[in-house]
């Protein structure tokens, strides 16, 4: 084909996030050519936007922490469904991943003898998160591009040119290749020009972050819409735990236009309090029994811990995300909501106008900026943001390739790693982590395989499937985003119901035709309307694929709340809900979520345990102990 750009390489990355750009880093140094594409410009991923910090047990503020208490911690917030082999991973290489960011030369807020700081949050036992004031995700970028550019010039010195690492941006990715059951190469087109491209690669890494496009109120931007998730479905991989997906408790709701942008957690981690209309710390009528012995019950307490952590319990407001956001949807619709329909965030009556102002910079100027209200002197409105999807690209702990040989995936588009519902702060290590584990085994695979040549056949039909938005006489794609973002709002947000579930089935399976036939006018060149006419077929994978997992698992845990089924079902602990491809629909199969070491069960008391597990799974935990 003329008009399509041809291009290979050992090791391709869709996702220049921390996640790619981690992967990226990691197969160049193997030896393997790169190339690193991203829809968005290079820099504005998501992980630029991230505040908090990334969480590692490098126990600088409190030596008391350890990857054993991280990883129990994940679990908890995760409420025992995560792959806790992931978790171990996880816990234990992210201190390692954060000190070599400071090699590549990041630079992370200090504590008074020198050391990484770390701050507080939701879930987190011990101060953990390693942060640079409330920008910590620019710094990561910021470190991980340098990075690049510096291995693209050892490549020029050494005579080898650009070619062995290039990143291609504003490029999206509609399509993947695979042929007997490995994935050979990926197209798509330049955003700007419209121009096709297609690479060939043995490896491929999906690092394409998240979903949160497909809801109205959400914290992501325009580029989140589940391509990933939908690029690896028709590729032949599986996803987990697509019901699982996190509403922030806190983004802005006033004014209408900035409804949705996060308010970092790092806020209260810092000392800010939740309060309703009625000026009531109402956190404390919320903690869950199997939180009960480790939260202040009362409000001196709380305020003790954060000087004296050692002696006091944490305030509820650093309770799991999930547990805060479902509190504040209780008040609200209680009627004890704040003017705009949220509750109060107060950080200004509980620390010093210099203190917000130095930790919390970006929150100062966001609420200057936008909603004209002075965080140092007033309370912030928030409430609900659909902020991060659990569920994601079943892979390989170890390897993170998934069921398709040589698709790998790292980052929010994968999933297992979080369980039901992620602790703040472990988003970042996950993609440092396993995005450096995805670098090192592509580039592995691609020793081991001859280069894959694509066929004139398979980039016709890509191209052709590309170009059909331009020959329909359909709707328009921004209304159908919105009708179809109306019903995940309405039907599948924060607490469900199986009646609702079933309805908005009906709904998205009724707009599937519509957006098969959804139309695009005007040229390829830089045009929003057919990117996101091709975007929205993914959108709407992802959508179905939540919610017949929410609707399928009738119990309540993480970022799955069912009103017709409180609680927690120790028989679902030990059942992920995998969704795969069949024809054009999602098929949903039960999977045994994989059983713990007695080594990690014997990190927990049995007393917890048993707030979890059946009789049979924690006993035979103690027995196996001794
Ligand atoms: P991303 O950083 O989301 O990058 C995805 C990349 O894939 C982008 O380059 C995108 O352009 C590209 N892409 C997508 N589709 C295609 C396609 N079809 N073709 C080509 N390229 C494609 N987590 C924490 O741990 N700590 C925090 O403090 C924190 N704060 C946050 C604050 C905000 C406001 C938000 C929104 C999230 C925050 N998170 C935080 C979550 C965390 O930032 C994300 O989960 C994480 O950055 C995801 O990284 P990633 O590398 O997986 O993907």
């Known amino acids: 084909l003329n008009d399509v750009e041809h291009l290979a390489c050992d090791v391709l990355i869709i996702g220049a996030g921390g996640a790619g750009l981690r992967a990226a880093v990691e197969a160049r140094l193997a030896g393997k050519s790169v190339i690193v594409i991203s829809k968005s410009l290079f820099g504005k991923a998501h992980t630029v936007m991230a505040e908090g910090g990334a969480a590692a047990a490098m126990g600088n503020v409190n030596s008391k922490d350890s990857w054993q208490v991280h990883f129990r911690d994940t679990m908890r917030g995760g409420k025992f469904l995560n792959n806790y082999r992931m978790a171990e991973l996880h816990a234990q290489e992210a201190p390692a991943r954060i000190w070599e960011l400071e090699t590549y030369g990041a630079l992370f807020d200090r504590t008074p003898d020198g050391k990484i700081s770390q701050r507080n949050f939701g879930g987190h036992e011990y101060p953990r998160l390693a942060h640079v004031g409330d920008r910590t995700g620019l710094e990561l970028i910021r470190t991980l591009q340098q990075k690049l550019v510096s291995l693209q010039q050892d490549d020029e010195a050494a005579g080898e040119g650009e070619e062995k690492l290039q990143v291609i941006d504003e490029t999206t990715v509609t399509e993947l290749f695979v042929e007997g059951g490995a994935v050979k190469g990926a197209f798509g087109y330049r955003r700007n020009t419209g121009r096709f491209m297609a690479i060939a690669a043995p490896s491929i890494v999906l690092a394409t972050g998240g979903i949160g496009r497909s809801f109205k109120v959400t914290s992501n931007s325009w580029e989140y819409t589940g391509d990933g998730h939908a690029l690896a479905l028709r590729a032949g991989a599986s996803l987990i735990n697509m019901e699982f997906i996190q509403f922030h408790p806190t983004g802005m709701v006033w004014p209408p236009s900035v409804r949705g942008i996060l308010v970092t957690e790092s806020v209260r981690g810092d000392g800010g309090v939740l309060k309703n209309s009625e000026g009531k710390r109402f956190m404390f009528d919320y903690i869950p029994e199997v939180f009960k012995a480790q939260y202040a019950d009362n409000p001196d307490e709380g305020d003790r811990w954060y ?75 928030v409430g609900p943001t659909c902020h991060y999807i659990m569920g994601g690209i079943e892979v390989d702990a170890e390897t993170t390739v998934s069921k398709v040989e040589g698709l790998f995936a790292a980052g929010e588009v994968s999933g297992g790693m979080h369980g039901s519902n992620r602790l703040g702060g472990n988003s970042l290590s996950d993609l440092l982590v396993f995005g450096k584990r995805a670098g090192e085994y592509a580039a592995e695979r691609a020793s081991t395989v001859e280069p894959p040549k694509l066929t004139d056949a398979e980039l016709t039909a890509a191209a052709a499937d590309a170009l059909r938005p331009f020959e329909n006489d359909g709707e328009n794609p921004f209304e159908l985003q919105a009708a179809m973002q109306a019903i ?65 698992r009738d119990e309540s845990r993480g970022g799955h709340t069912r009103e017709d089924a409180p609680g927690l079902d120790p028989q679902w602990r030990k059942t992920n809900l995998v969704a795969e491809l069949d024809g054009e629909s999602i098929a949903l199969r039960r999977q045994p979520v994989p059983t713990m070491t007695p080594e990690l069960l014997g990190l927990f008391e049995t007393t917890e345990l048993a707030k979890y597990m059946t009789p049979e799974e924690y006993q035979a935990s103690s027995t196996e102990e001794g």
């Not at 956001?325 to 620390?351: F, M, P, Q, T, W």
């Not at 695009?520 to 830089?526: I, K, Q, S």
């Not at 077929?537 to 919610?547: E, V």
Request: net charge negative.
């Open 488 to 552: 995940n709002g309405r039907l599948v947000g924060i607490i469900r119901r199986s009646g609702e579930l079933e309805e908005a089935l009906e709904e998205l399976e009724a707009l599937r035709p519509r957006i098969e036939a959804v139309s695009a006018t005007g040229g390829r060149a830089y045009n929003p309307g057919w990117h996101l006419a091709l975007d929205l077929r993914n959108m709407l994978l992802c959508s179905i694929a939540t919610a017949k997992a929410a609707l399928e």
């Open 307 to 381: 000087t004296d952590p050692d002696t006091n319990r944490r305030p509820p407001e650093l309770l799991p995300r999930d547990e805060v956001a479902r509190a504040i949807n209780s008040e609200v619709k209680a009627g004890r909501g704040s003017e705009h329909g949220g509750v109060y965030l107060d950080i200004a009556s509980r620390r010093s106008a210099e203190y917000i102002r130095k930790k919390l910079p970006s929150m100062y100027h966001q609420f200057k900026e936008l909603a004209d209200v002075d965080i140092t002197v007033e309370p912030m409105e």
